[in-house]
C-alpha cells in the first residue's frame, strides 16, 4: 500500500510509520518544514510541506491512502494560534480529501478528537457531538469531520476521535504531565475527591485503529479510547506506585468526565488490547531506563 502520512514526526506518527514501514508499505511522511524530521525508515520517504498553506509540490502523484495525523504546535496558544489552528485541522483536511481524490486513494483517515464531545457523566457515543464545542480546538476537529463526511461520496472518509493517547516517549501530554508532577514532588489537581474518568489508549491500540480502519470497506466514525477507565486519583495512585514517589493532591470543585464509549470499535473488531495499568507500566520503565 501507499500511504501518505502526515504529522509523521509526531508521536502517535512516529509509531504508525514503524508499523506502516514495517509491514512493506511505501510510505510519505509529511512534516513542517523546519521542524522536526520523521525517523529515517526503509520504505519511509520525508516530505516537507507546510499543511497551513495551500498545498505545494513534492506530494505523489498517486496513492492508495492518506492518514490525517498533523496538528498544529500552537493548539495551546489561543487565540494568537487560532490561524494556524484552523489551517491544520480544519482547512488542510478538506485541502487533502481533495488532492487525495484526485490521486485515486480509495482510504483518508482523520484524526479527530474525543474534545468533540461535551463532558458528562456516561462515555460519549459517535451520534453525540456536542452541538457547540467546548473551545477552538475542538471546533477545529469538528470542522475537519464535517470536511471528511462531505467526501464519503469519492473515498472512504474515516474520522477517528482518539482519548488521550499515551506510551513511551511522549511529552507534555495528558498522562506524561501527571507522570512529570509526581516525580517533581508538585501537586495533582484533582476535581472532586477522585478527579474526572478518563479512558486514555495506548499508542500501540491507536496505531492498531488506524491499520485497521484503512482496511475497511466503508467510511466510520470512531472512538478510539482504552479497554479501562480511571479516575485521575487511582491513575496518580498507579503511577506513585510505579515511580515511587507518594502523589500529593489539591481536591477542587467536580468536572464532569471525559469519557469515550469503544462499543462501535469493539464491532469493527478493533478492541484495544493493552490494559491501562500495563501500558502506563511500560510507559514509566520506558521513561526511567
Known amino acids: 500500500m501507499r500511504v501518505l502520512v502526515t504529522g509523521g514526526a509526531g508521536f502517535t506518527g512516529r509509531a504508525l510509520l514503524r508499523a506502516l514501514a514495517q509491514r512493506g508499505d511505501t510510505v510519505y511522511a509529511v512534516h513542517r518544514p523546519g521542524g522536526g524530521q520523521p525517523e529515517a525508515l526503509d520504505g519511509v520517504e520525508p516530505v516537507a510541506q507546510d499543511l497551513a498553506a495551500a498545498l505545494g509540490p513534492g506530494l505523489p502523484g498517486a496513492l492508495d491512502a492518506v492518514v490525517h495525523l498533523a496538528q498544529s504546535s500552537r493548539y495551546r496558544d489561543f487565540p494568537e494560534g487560532a490561524a494556524d489552528v484552523f489551517e491544520v485541522n480544519a482547512a488542510a483536511t478538506a485541502r487533502l480529501l481533495d488532492w487525495a481524490r484526485t490521486a485515486r486513494a480509495e482510504s483518508f483517515v482523520y484524526a479527530s478528537s474525543g474534545a468533540v464531545y461535551a463532558a458528562g457523566p456516561e462515555p460519549a457515543r459517535e451520534e453525540q457531538v456536542a452541538a457547540s464545542p467546548s473551545n477552538f480546538y475542538a471546533a477545529s476537529k469538528r470542522c475537519g469531520e464535517l470536511a471528511c463526511e462531505g467526501f464519503r461520496g469519492h473515498l472512504n472518509a474515516h474520522v477517528l476521535r482518539f482519548f488521550f493517547i499515551y506510551g513511551p516517549g511522549q511529552e507534555a501530554m495528558f498522562v506524561p504531565g501527571i507522570l512529570d508532577r509526581i516525580r517533581a514532588g508538585d501537586e495533582v489537581s484533582l476535581a472532586g475527591e477522585r478527579g474526572i474518568h478518563v479512558n486514555p489508549v495506548y499508542v500501540d491500540d491507536a496505531v492498531a485503529a488506524i491499520l485497521g480502519t484503512l482496511a475497511a470497506p466503508e467510511s466510520m466514525t470512531l472512538n478510539v479510547g482504552g479497554p479501562d477507565v480511571v479516575s485521575l486519583r487511582e491513575l496518580a495512585d498507579l ?51
Open 239 to 289: 503511577a506513585g506506585t510505579l515511580l515511587g514517589r507518594k502523589p500529593h493532591y489539591v481536591v477542587g470543585d467536580p468536572r464532569p468526565d471525559v469519557l469515550g464509549s469503544i462499543e462501535r470499535l469493539r464491532e469493527a473488531g478493533l478492541e484495544p488490547r493493552v490494559p491501562f495499568a500495563e501500558g502506563l507500566e511500560r510507559t514509566v520503565v520506558a521513561s526511567s531506563a
